[in-house]
């Protein structure tokens, strides 16, 4: 029953028995232990991975009203094997004059940034790889290294088009981190500590959702900012610049962007379920009542955490596929003067009235907490309207004519 | 908490070995039959111009000045997040009078034109 319960702590003394018996001194035991257990981690992420090609074909598919591939195995299921064995044996080419180095880091680090960021995944309250204290940090450091991937790809090609696909992600990244690391304050002031598994304790009474649904939005918009993923894909933007920062990347190199950016978006998912939706736990006390005390399992935490994380990458996709793509100087105008003044008041509100509030019982904090945010949403809805009847104005002053059709 | 950054350094080297195995893997595999045609830099047909490693003008430069002062900001604004439970209520709104201060830096920024693209 132990491994039911506990299993890595349950593997991890077995092996460690085992080794110690072989001689070996504790220290090198435990980097033994590490390295297994982080092959697997990284092996189950990679295999997930290789799903999540035909879970995004799948859903684009249905998107746009298409089967999707079909053919090889049940629903599709061995296409993305078929994919890889492609991608594997097409001949590769590094263009001439390409920064060899650099251009060979780009793919390598798309994959490792995201690969490191399942270090602090919490999968359930025993699966996980460590809990690190200063873990939303961590989250926002290794965020940065994905965007430096496509950066770095995209200067050491040495194409016009990828250079300036870079040079759009440049643009990208140094707006729409502002937003995402004061929103990620919000989890931490709710739940007073920087750990993914504090944070998902604390939301097992509430998820912070519903404490602070703008804050939710807010991390979801500039999650897939980072992403580079449409709406925000001006660094590959097919009709402009043909395909961006990945142009010269060929065969196994362009399918490692490719994994990278899918499992990135499903990390977000997942992270968005740990710090807005309750991660693995967050079931509103029903795991204490006698007769739902199985949920508190480790395994059935971990499906209902990947159940959350998927539904978090589904709503990442919905989004890619349902907007069109929007204009650089729009994506920062709307960084600059709407998404980080909404996002430092609505941290404003939330540092106040959770020291406010804290006197109220428990029913009374979330009301105070949930509808201070619909009124600020409503505040900005309206000064929203109001400059775009400003805007529709000076439109038909300027040309009255065209205002009237 | 020294064996937590142990598990992330052992992470990191194993992170950067794992996407380096099926690009090694591609280099057995794959054919290699290069020529100059094909190694030359993709412009939709049209042959190149110049090196792509060109001065160029970063429309965005001002921004990511305003972006490093919020990026300085926020690291600033953790500590005070993680305290708050503790602090004072006069504390905490001299969190928000430091925030208002950049914010007004923003306003200052935004009405000088420089959140305008150009």
Redesign the interface.
Known sequence: MLFLNDPITFIAGWMRTLLSGWGLSSGLV??II??LG??VL?IFA?ALDIMLVWVERKVVARFQDRLGPNRIGPFGLIQPFADIIK???????????ADKLLY?LG??L???SV??LW?ILPLSSRIF?????VA???LVAAGALGTLSIIVGG?A???????LGA?RM??NM??Y??PM??VL?IP??LA???SVQDITVAQSGMWFAILSPLAFIIFLISAIAELGRSPFDLNEAESEI?AGFH??YT???F??FYAGELLHAFTFGGFIAVLFFGGYGGFFGLENIGFFSWLNNPFVQAVVFLVKAMFGYWVIMWVKYSMPRIR??HM??FN??FL??LA?VV??NT??L???L?GLPNWGYVLGMFFSNIVIGLITVEILRAYGRKQRKAEANLNPQRAQN | ?Q??W???G???V???I???V??V???L??????N?I???????GIE?VG???VQ?K???YI??L??LV??VE?VF??PW??S??Q?P?FV??E??LF?AI??AG?VYA?RKGM???V
Do not use: H
């Open positions: 435990t980097v590490y390295i982080i092959t990284i990679m991608l594997v044996i097409k001949e590769d080419i590094t263009p001439a004059g060979n793919p390598v798309a994959i490792a690969i490191i270090a790889g460590v809990d690190l204290n939303v940090l961590y200067w090609s040495n194409n016009k088009y990828a250079l040079f440049v643009a140094v707006s981190e502002i690391v004061v304050l931490t002031i007073n500590s920087m043909v142009i010269e065969g196994m190199k399918g490692l650089i100087d920062l105008a600059w003067k980080t003044p430092l941290l404003v540092a106040v959770s020291k406010v804290i | 908490m064996t937590n142990l598990y992330i052992i992470f990191l194993v992170g950067i794992v996407p380096i099926p690009l893997f591609s280099r595999v794959a054919p290699r039959k290069p100059p094909k190694l030359s830099t993709y412009e939709c190149t090196d792509s490693w160029f970063a429309q965005y921004f990511a305003i972006f919020f990026d926020t604004l953790f997040a993680l708050l439970r602090l209520l905490v709104l969190g928000v925030i950049l914010v923003l935004w959140l305008e693209w």
